[in-house]
């Protein structure tokens, strides 16, 4: 949607590296980031959530970093493997709506 | 545990021709939306229902109807197709300000 955007739209690693995958937003009143991960020919899967009180968040070797001062996040991804190849999205929810980026491909070279 | 489920998932019309879009959810959450997706595009919002019996306009809401005909069931029609309105469709549910579960798409085309 209009609020989130991406600033690379391709990005490729080699298999081992981490990934970065960065996304800023416009909307002050968003209080709730979700990235999500497409597979090809699947519907969007949850990766890692983070509310707007919180500057960071760690899953299963993921990390999402929030930085409300010039609205950006970025999910960052350790070790990055060939399943790891998908497009990638951020969202935003405002009001129960949530509102998504254009979405960053993301490649991994063996 | 089926999640969401949406059917047909592939349909072509003809220009003109109407059709409804089903998708049903059995997590017994409150919200759900109707998106679409264009090639090399994110998800852009329909329609959305916050809860059984209400629905409200998202970002590109025309020639789209939606019925929220119960908790577990979401519908989204298109009266007259067009083929500005192909694309895949995706459909979501969630509990309130939560985490967002997707089916697998319906892949729509119109000739």
């Known amino acids: 949607g209009e609020s989130v955007g991406l600033h690379l739209p391709t990005l490729s690693v080699q298999e081992g590296d981490n990934s970065i995958i960065n996304c800023a937003y416009s909307?002050?009143?968003?209080?709730?980031f979700i990235w999500y991960k497409q597979e090809s020919g699947k519907g969007p899967q949850f990766i890692i959530d983070?509310?707007?009180?919180?500057d960071k968040r760690q899953g299963q070797r993921v990390t999402v970093l929030l930085n409300k001062t010039v609205k950006h996040l970025s999910l960052q991804i350790a070790a990055t493997q060939p399943g790891d190849s998908a497009v990638y999205f951020c969202a935003d929810c405002c009001f129960n709506k949530f509102y998504f980026g254009s979405g960053t491909k993301l490649n991994v070279k063996p | 545990n089926a999640g969401v489920t949406q059917t047909p998932k592939f349909q072509v019309l003809k220009t003109g021709q109407s059709m409804t879009l089903q998708c049903a959810q059995d997590?017994?959450?409150?919200?759900m939306y109707w998106y679409r997706q264009d090639p090399g595009m994110g998800l852009r919002l329909i329609y959305y229902s916050a809860s059984e019996g209400t629905t409200d306009k998202g970002e590109v809401p025309n020639g789209y109807n939606v019925s929220r005909l119960n908790k577990r069931e979401f519908s989204l029609r298109l009266e007259s197709a067009a083929p500005s309105q192909t694309s895949v469709y995706f459909c979501?549910?969630?509990?309130?300000?939560?985490?967002?579960?997707f089916g697998q798409g319906t892949r729509l085309t119109v000739v």
């Open positions: 979501a549910s969630s509990e309130f300000a939560g985490e967002a579960f």
């Open positions: 983070i509310r707007s009180n919180m």
């Open positions: 909307n002050s009143a968003s209080d709730y």
């Open positions: 997590m017994n959450h409150n919200s």
